[in-house]
């Protein structure tokens, strides 16, 4: 499977009417009133993909793809970038998820989020 097909595959077949009207976090499916409530997270930057995700799980994905930025010394792929939004959304809540949380956490009061 290519990238465009997990990209599709990802989408479900949905258009972006469905898509809009779904006010929930992609990964722990926690729902909110609006789009302002969830944190837009970039899973392709060509194509632009977003998904919408809320500050935890968006914590999350960021600090994994930091993770595996500094694996490869320097940018992710789309390929790569694919690879770790597939490995965030399959795997359980882990140890990582926490330490994310506080790396968060942490760079919000360093920059007074």
């Known amino acids: 499977m290519n990238g465009i097909e997990i990209l599709e595959d990802m989408f479900g077949g949905k258009v972006l009417d469905d898509l809009l009207t779904t006010h929930k976090c992609v990964k722990c499916k926690v729902k909110k009133n609006s789009w ?12 632009h993909l977003v998904k919408y ?4 799980c968006h914590a999350r994905i960021t600090y994994m793809n930091g993770v595996a930025a500094k694996k490869v010394h320097g940018k992710l792929t789309n390929e790569q970038r694919l690879i ?3 490995k965030f959304l399959t795997e359980p809540i882990t140890e990582e998820y926490e330490l994310s949380l ?4 942490n760079f919000c009061v360093r920059v007074k989020l």
Do not use: Q
């Open 36 to 47: 302002k409530e969830l944190d837009p997270h970039h899973v392709t930057y060509t194509p």
């Open 84 to 86: 770790v939004w597939n």
């Open 53 to 56: 995700l809320c500050k935890t």
């Open 102 to 105: 506080l790396w968060f956490n």
